[in-house]
């Protein structure tokens, strides 16, 4: 199957700064990526959709002022957590779409 | 608004004890059902994709069906390394366009085979 890696894989950082994850499709192109979000003992979360070369789509509920995507390439789609707090720390995991819809290993981010 | 439910919640098996993981959807239109095992702390791992009602996929000790109105996945002679989380997703036709691809997903099933 293809690959997505995610970077970086944990990150701990203080309320009020902003993060930045990356997604990248290593062996292949993927002209559409999602981003999800994972609370402990319950299932994804789909935040948005992250097209390549246009806006990201985000789900209702989802503030597109703090969950920055852009998606510079056909292999890579970033997410900013910008002004973090404790109630954002999650399991974050983004998917690219090639012949099927692969996962990256997620990211842990812990706000303190 | 589509929906998926899983069951059981949690399903404890003993190693050779086969049994079935339930999916029920409710989608305008199917576009395709997804299964994914997931283990504490990664991301989901893709297993099937069924795409229309009567379709059946198999993978070493998996075997997923699919009906109009839910899937199973039937796991014979399960052995403690099949232990993980097992989802279940849909995908929508009416998600086009830019969403082509988005998922919804059900809470999962927790299963645990015991040596």
């Known amino acids: 199957g293809a690959v997505v890696s995610q970077h970086p894989s944990w990150v701990i950082c203080k309320s009020g700064t902003s993060v930045k994850i990356e997604c990248r499709s290593l062996d292949f192109q993927a002209t559409t990526m999602f981003w999800y979000r994972q609370f402990p003992k319950q299932s994804l979360m789909l935040m948005a959709t992250s097209n390549e070369g246009s806006k990201a789509t985000y789900e209702q509920g989802v503030e597109k002022d703090k969950f920055l995507i852009n998606h510079a390439s056909l292999t890579l789609s970033t997410l900013t957590v910008t002004s973090a707090h404790p109630e954002d720390s999650s399991f974050y995991i983004c998917?690219?779409?090639?012949?099927?819809?692969?996962f990256g290993p997620g990211t842990r981010l812990t706000v303190t | 608004e589509d929906q998926v439910t899983q069951s059981p919640e949690a399903l404890r098996l003993q190693e050779g004890e086969s049994s079935s993981l339930n999916c029920s959807y409710t989608v305008s239109g199917l576009r395709g059902l997804f299964w994914y095992r997931q283990d504490p702390g990664k991301g989901p791992e893709f297993l099937f994709t069924?795409?229309?009602a009567g379709e059946e996929k198999e993978k070493e000790r998996l075997k997923a069906t699919l009906t109009k109105k839910e899937s199973f996945l039937h796991i014979t002679a399960p052995k403690p390394e099949d232990s993980a989380t097992y989802l279940c997703?849909?995908?929508?036709?009416?998600?086009?366009?830019?969403?082509?691809?988005?998922?919804?997903f059900g809470q999962g099933t927790i299963l645990t085979v015991h040596p």
């Open positions: 998917s690219a779409t090639g012949d099927e819809q692969y």
């Open positions: 997703a849909v995908s929508d036709v009416a998600a086009g366009g830019t969403s082509y691809g988005k998922l919804t």
């Open positions: 069924l795409y229309s």
